[in-house]
Nanobody, 127 residues
């Protein structure tokens, strides 16, 4: 059974940092497309950052480039999202998700292409 468990969310002030973690189990971790997505109230879910655990190649949404960094630890079956210089518009529920099947190329970050999802962790950035 595929399981994704996010942690690390919280309430911070603008300009501060948070580090999200996603612990994965139930699938072969080292040849996957895994990513972070977020959904703010009244908005559609969007791809924030995705990574190929095979290539290490990454994708970032324009809104987070230069501020967020995604990484994976294949030995621990975990991915991380380091979020710096947080803004109020980053406030959302953040989800970890993985695509079904092996992915050996740089992944896209379209939520429609991801099959298994965690429960999410709330990130709130106050101004």
């Amino acid at each position: 059974e595929v399981q994704l468990v996010e942690s690390g969310g919280g309430l911070v002030q603008a300009g501060e940092s948070l580090r999200l973690s996603c612990a994965a189990s139930g699938f072969t971790f080292d040849r996957r497309a895994i990513g972070w997505f977020r959904q703010a109230p009244g908005k559609e879910r969007e791809g924030v950052s995705c990574i190929s655990t095979y290539l290490g190649s990454t994708y970032y949404a324009d809104s987070v480039k230069g501020r967020f960094t995604i990484s994976s630890d294949n030995a621990k079956n975990e991915i991380y999202l380091q979020m710096n210089s947080l803004k109020p518009e980053d406030t959302a529920v953040y989800y970890c998700a993985v695509r079904r099947g092996l992915v050996l190329v740089t992944p896209t970050c379209d939520p429609e292409e991801y099959d298994y999802w965690g429960q999410g962790t709330q990130v709130t950035v106050s101004s």
